[in-house]
């Protein structure tokens, strides 16, 4: 893949001003008075740290809930000091990507390197082959209900990647962090996903801010380190550490991973129940070196052969199928997979619920998932024996309820119990009120635009904006159908996102895109037709 120019935005800084002061006793001090001025004669900036520091660069994302999602491969990432001296943390033609709306709000590790300590006032990212998003839609089509997924494809040129730095980096010390945080909304352009015969007015225009994130070392949160529901497949195993690959549009992403005596283990006994091949679900603290010491290691199917994770789209319990959009997924059985929607058999598959939240039993409901109340928007982690391209709706062995992000607005809070119940309000391209009413769909919700989120002293605050009515958050836990109501067990809450996109991006004509498209007939009977359009 050939290399591409670089764009970059360049941060000047300004002069320091230093004082020198000569100690003594107070009679010398005031004799002496040897304070050196900031006049042109003595101005001088800082002398730059020496030595070098582990930067290990966190990959998160700030986005409402418009997109299922989106991907932005990297050709090099570099940071310019204020002398002028540029440094790569992510050499040229080294490629890599990531999926960034299953880390809205979290951060999970991109590249890890040793780089001169100084301060950065600017910072470069050269793209890499295609930037990818998705957008769902449910609506009239020719007089006929159609659920459309639209994939928007297109190479990014240089000139159209923005990187923020909110201030200069000064790197330092021996390992630090870097966040590298894409903000979705001034990203991404969406069009019309609702018209099957071409998409436009699309574009991707990817907008990055990068801060330094101080590595806590018993991180509580994304902010200070903590790597939150980070999934993978064992490729190596040693004594007390494994190395699991991240599954990456690029190629499988390696890392490195720990655990301790203070380790959970959920689904296995211990560490002896993980082998090469095996799926895992992690929680855990960014070391050093850029590995992560694990908290928790879930194994949600120790036989699984390929496992997706994604929100349900569509769910038919008469028969047993549901369709799922898998923003991540991985094994032997899915290379060459292209495209994100994927249709199973849910008839015998074993229902669970992540382990990642340990206060379920606290809950002022009764959690639970299994086929009678599993409803479109929800995120799951579904495993299968063995996929094939032959086999048309694969049985899933195991569906998994895990966490998600949702962006709404605070309508009210009550207390319940050890609980604040704060009732919020989801935009309507949300996918569970867009979806929620669909032939042959029998789980349904009363007011499926209305979640009651569950706050309590274990859940993380790292809002700015006030947590209160005509707010909008982002709130991070399971979501559950209860009886018909939405209920989120909060584990995180963040500053919000508007519903709407930022407006000013750049609108391009039809682009590269790739849709499924399924036309609903009155009797419930679906005809699956999938069309690719080109650019123009």
């Not at 000091?81 to 490629?95: D, R």
């Not at 799926?279 to 199917?301: C, H, K, N, P, W």
């Amino acid at each position: 893949m050939n290399t591409v120019p670089l764009f970059s935005l360049r941060q000047s800084s300004s002069n320091l001003c230093v004082a020198s002061i000569v100690a003594g006793s107070m009679v010398a001090l005031v004799a002496l008075g040897m304070t050196m001025g900031c006049g042109s004669s003595g101005s001088m900036k800082t002398p730059p740290p020496s030595g070098n520091t582990n930067v290990t660069v966190m990959v998160s994302s700030t986005a409402n809930d418009q997109l299922p999602e989106f991907d932005v491969n990297f050709q090099g990432i570099s940071l310019t000091s204020q002398s002028g001296k540029t440094v790569s943390l992510l050499s040229p033609g080294m490629g890599e990507s990531a999926e960034f709306m299953h880390i809205n709000g979290l951060a999970e590790p991109l590249v890890t390197t040793s780089i001169p300590q100084d301060i950065y006032t600017s910072a470069t990212i050269a793209p890499g082959g295609m930037a990818t998003f998705v957008c769902i839609a449910l609506g009239p089509v020719d007089g006929q209900q159609t659920l459309s997924t639209a994939q928007f494809n297109n190479g990014v040129p240089a000139s159209a990647v923005t990187v923020t730095l909110p201030s200069p980096i000064t790197v330092t010390g021996a390992s630090m962090g870097l966040s590298l945080n894409l903000q979705v909304s001034q990203s991404a352009t969406v069009g019309d996903c609702l018209t099957p015969d071409g998409f436009y007015g699309f574009s991707v225009t990817p907008a990055f801010t990068l801060a330094a994130l101080n590595l806590s070392p018993s991180p509580t949160n994304s902010a200070n380190g903590k790597v939150m529901g980070l999934d993978g497949q064992i490729t190596a195993i040693g004594a007390g550490n494994f190395t699991i690959s991240i599954p990456d549009l690029e190629g499988p992403r390696p890392l490195s991973v720990s655990s301790g005596s203070g380790t959970v283990y959920q689904g296995i006994s211990n560490f002896s129940g993980l082998a090469v091949g095996t799926f895992v679900d992690l929680d855990g603290a960014i070391q050093s070196d850029g590995s992560v010491g694990a908290t928790r290691i879930a194994v949600e199917d120790p036989a699984a052969g390929d496992v997706f994770r994604g929100p349900l789209i569509e769910v038919v319990p008469s028969v047993g199928v549901l369709t799922m959009h898998s923003h991540q997924w991985q094994g032997e059985g899915v290379l060459g997979l292209g495209e994100g929607s994927m249709d199973l058999n849910f008839s015998s598959s074993i229902f669970q619920i992540s382990g990642q939240l340990t206060n379920l039993s606290s809950l002022p409901f009764v959690p639970s998932f299994n086929a009678a109340n599993m409803v479109p928007g929800q995120e799951v982690y579904a495993s299968v024996a063995s996929f094939s391209f032959d086999t048309a709706r694969p049985p899933a062995t195991t569906m998994t309820l895990m966490p998600q992000t949702i962006d709404a607005t605070v309508t009210a809070s009550s207390q319940n119990g050890n609980f604040t119940d704060y009732t919020v309000t989801l935009a309507p391209y949300d996918l569970f009120p867009m979806l929620a009413v669909q032939p042959e769909q029998t789980n349904v919700e009363n007011n499926p635009s209305q979640v009651e989120v569950y706050v309590d002293g274990t859940t993380q605050m790292l809002n700015s904006q006030a947590l209160a009515a005509g707010s909008t958050l982002r709130f991070y836990g399971l979501v559950f159908n209860d009886n018909g109501t939405l209920r989120m067990d909060c584990a995180q809450v963040s500053d919000g996102v508007a519903f709407q996109p930022a407006a000013g991006a750049n609108v391009q004509g039809k682009a590269v895109a790739a849709q499924t498209v399924r036309r609903v007939s009155p009797g419930g009977t679906q005809q699956v037709i999938t069309t690719v359009t080109e650019s123009h």
